[in-house]
């Protein structure tokens, strides 16, 4: 698998000679961030060697790279998802092709559920921890198995770094944990009850593996969920795919502002892990 990613490195560094330091993973809906890149380079999926093909509607599949302000960064429109049949190996693969690329702080998007009742759609939040509620038996980064210290996954710097952002710019942001469930269908009612009890702030289908893999790959960690619907039996409303688009394109503005200025402040010098 390492071999896969090294071609897979040097295929994308066949076709561009920048190394960028920031990479950003664009979740359902969260793509048109690419077309803030100046002088982009656009890479499909499908030509890339060994890498994963999306297959959700709102996930482009390919990957950018170019600069966003005066940063030199590598986005990934649309990621790979448990429920569409990957092993999380194959979740994480983007990752490792990243690491290889040179980057160092990794910001991971996604559209989320909102659990927390004082949220509502539209709102972005800051992901502070995860509770991951899907393993497969390969959910293991390198060949060793080994136990890594329990730590904090998501990178205080960076969210100390987008809390300025927000303070700055005066974009409201909620804060709160993550829940990952495998999907791919929504949560009953009972079930977001369940993630409620257990301090869960919003559901989503992603994140939380590639969170933990770069992490354990020494990559600062940042999380930033959309929340696109309030969860099921939060509302007296129906979910649907949909609805999570139609919010992601209402907050797209907001959302495009606030990840330049993120990616702005990340860059002015780079952070320690932690
Ligand atoms: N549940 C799970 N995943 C999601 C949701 C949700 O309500 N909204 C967007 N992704």
């Keep these: 698998m390492d071999n896969h990613a090294v071609e897979a490195c040097n295929y994308i560094e066949s076709l561009v000679n920048v190394s960028p330091s920031i990479g950003l993973i664009l979740g359902s809906g969260l793509g048109e961030l690419v077309n803030e890149l100046k002088n982009p380079v656009f890479i499909r999926y499908e030509t890339i060697p060994h890498f994963p093909l999306s297959t959700v509607s709102g996930h ?4 950018a790279i170019g600069k966003l302000l005066d940063t030199h960064v590598v986005m990934l429109q649309g990621r790979f998802h448990f429920y569409e049949g990957y092993s999380l190996q194959d979740v994480v693969f983007p990752i490792k092709v990243l690491k290889r690329l040179g980057v160092k702080q990794l910001i991971l998007t996604n559209a989320a559920g ?6 509502s ?10 509770i991951q509620l899907f393993y497969d038996k390969q959910n293991v ?12 996954i998501y990178s205080k710097a960076l969210l100390n770094k987008a809390e300025n952002v927000a303070r700055r710019t005066q974009i409201p942001l909620k804060k709160g944990i993550y829940a990952a469930m495998s999907g791919p269908s929504y949560e009953t009612p009972a079930e977001i009850y369940m993630l409620q009890k257990l301090g869960a702030d919003a559901v989503g289908m992603s994140t939380a593996p590639e969170a933990r893999f770069a992490f354990e790959s020494n990559i600062d960690v940042l999380g930033i969920s959309c929340i696109s619907n309030m969860a099921a039996g939060i509302l007296d409303e129906p979910l649907s795919h949909e609805e999570v688009i139609e919010t992601t394109e209402r907050v797209k503005a907001s ?20």
Excluded at 121 to 130: K, N, S, W, Y
Excluded at 141 to 152: E, I, N, R, V
Excluded at 255 to 274: P, Q, S, T
């Design 60 to 63: 482009e599949g390919q990957l």
């Design 114 to 119: 909102g659990i927390n009742r004082s949220f």
């Design 121 to 130: 759609a539209g709102d972005l939040m800051l992901i502070t921890d995860h």
């Design 141 to 152: 980064p390198s060949s060793k198995l080994q136990h890594f210290q329990p730590q904090m």
């Design 255 to 274: 959302f495009k502002k606030f990840m330049k200025e993120l990616v702005k402040e990340i860059a002015r010098k780079d952070v320690n892990h932690g």
